[in-house]
């Protein structure tokens, strides 16, 4: 049985759909600060499954206790977590508090009840400044902002977690930029308040809610000038997970980038939306959003040797407008 934290969030309820398929039993841990409880019905809607859902947070010890005591809890696929990068800027305190006292939280309950497998979603936000690219996974790790420091502790702290048990497996996987939503189009990403991400965004003017794009900065070290990242289907990334599961027969700390290997510019995903939809998207230029990477893209070869997964959706397929939210 799996332990899914955030699994009503964006990635967590993609997830849960693809885990409830592959036939495992899962219990559903998620306070609903980005999310909305009628994911839950949507979820079972499309596997025709049950799950268990719990409405709480990871920082409540007691509440974990009792569900580490209640359910036979094999793994725990760890989503839970904030992630907006302004707002870990403007809220730091909260940032470290939800991410890194979360997760230390969960590692405690875990250990308190013999439970010591976890797959944890980190960021590819923790590289930093790139001093080469692709990123692999050897690449020095120097975040730039608060939010990608939470990140970087709670994967130091699953590495020592492992190096004093060698019964412990942890796999962190280092996220590109997931987009798309599942095919029924009954589950997609869907912020409780304006979009910080490009697509999300780009959904709101497609349909209306916002009035154009500002596409941040056009003069960048680019192809065309617009910031460069590797967009990576959710649906693919998910799978990921399954293969990163099956994994966790190997003990210790491993990392695995799950990005497709290419870059898109800003531009270039417009284009690919516009294509996919036949629609036009209004856009204006606007200066560089501060913080911004110029470009960074994965190299996912590790995660293919390793985990016999690598991402198979077109830009093209991931861009079409299948979200009936
Ligand atoms: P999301 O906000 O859609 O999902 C996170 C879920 O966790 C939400 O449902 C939220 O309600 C829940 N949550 C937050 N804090 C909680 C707490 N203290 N207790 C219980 N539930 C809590 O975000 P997402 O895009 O699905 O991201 C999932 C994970 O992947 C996050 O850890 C995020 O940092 C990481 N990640 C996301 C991206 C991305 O671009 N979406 C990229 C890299 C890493
Ligand atoms: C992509 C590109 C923007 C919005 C962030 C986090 C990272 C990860 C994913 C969690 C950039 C440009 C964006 C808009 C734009 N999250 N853009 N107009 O910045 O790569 O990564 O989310 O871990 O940690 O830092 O993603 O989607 O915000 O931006 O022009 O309205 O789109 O400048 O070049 P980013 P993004």
């Known amino acids: 049985m799996l332990l899914i934290t955030g699994g009503l969030g964006y ?14 039993e899962v219990v559903v841990l998620d306070n609903l600060s980005n999310s909305h409880a009628g994911v839950k019905d949507k979820v079972e809607q499309i596997t025709q499954k049950k799950l268990h859902f719990i409405e ?3 920082r409540d010890e007691g509440l974990l206790d009792g569900i580490f005591k209640r359910y036979a809890i094999e793994v725990v696929v760890h989503f839970a977590g904030l992630k907006a990068v302004a707002e870990s800027v403007a809220q ?28 944890f979603s980190s960021s ?11 990123y692999d996974e050897q690449h020095p790790t120097n975040p730039i902002n608060p939010y990608g420091y939470t990140k970087l502790h709670v994967e130091h702290v699953l590495h020592d977690v492992c190096a004093s048990d060698e019964a412990f497996a942890a796999i962190t996987l280092r996220y590109f930029n997931p987009i798309g939503a599942h095919p029924s189009g009954l589950i997609g990403e869907n912020p ?49 997970h399954l293969a990163a599961i099956e994994y966790l027969a190997n003990t210790g700390f491993h990392v695995f980038n799950l990005g497709t290997g290419k870059g898109t510019t800003v531009l270039e995903l417009v284009s690919a939306f516009e294509a996919a939809n036949d629609i036009v998207i209004e856009k204006k230029i606007k ?30 397929e991931s861009c079409q407008l299948v979200q009936q939210l």
């Not at 990635?11 to 495992?24: K, M």
């Not at 590819?124 to 692709?134: C, D, F, H, Q, S």
């Not at 200066?287 to 077109?314: H, I, Q, Y």
């Open 11 to 24: 990635i967590g309820s993609h997830f849960t759909v693809v885990a409830l398929q592959a036939g495992y």
């Open 56 to 58: 709480g947070d990871i």
């Open 92 to 119: 730091p305190i909260l940032y470290y508090d939800n991410n890194v006292s979360g997760s230390l939280n969960l590692l405690k309950a875990m250990q308190n009840n013999k439970v010591n497998k976890i797959i």
């Open 124 to 134: 590819a936000t923790v590289y930093g400044e790139p001093k080469y690219l692709p």
């Open 192 to 240: 409780k308040d304006i979009p910080n991400n490009l697509m999300p965004y780009l959904i709101k003017v497609a349909n209306t809610e916002l009035p154009y794009l500002q596409v941040f900065g056009d003069d960048y070290d680019t192809r065309d000038g617009t910031g460069e990242r590797d967009y990576i289907n959710v649906m693919d990334l998910v799978e990921g």
């Open 287 to 316: 200066p560089r959003r501060e913080g911004d990477l110029a470009k960074f893209w994965a190299k996912a070869d590790l995660a293919k040797k390793e985990l016999n997964w690598e991402a198979k959706t077109s830009l093209l």
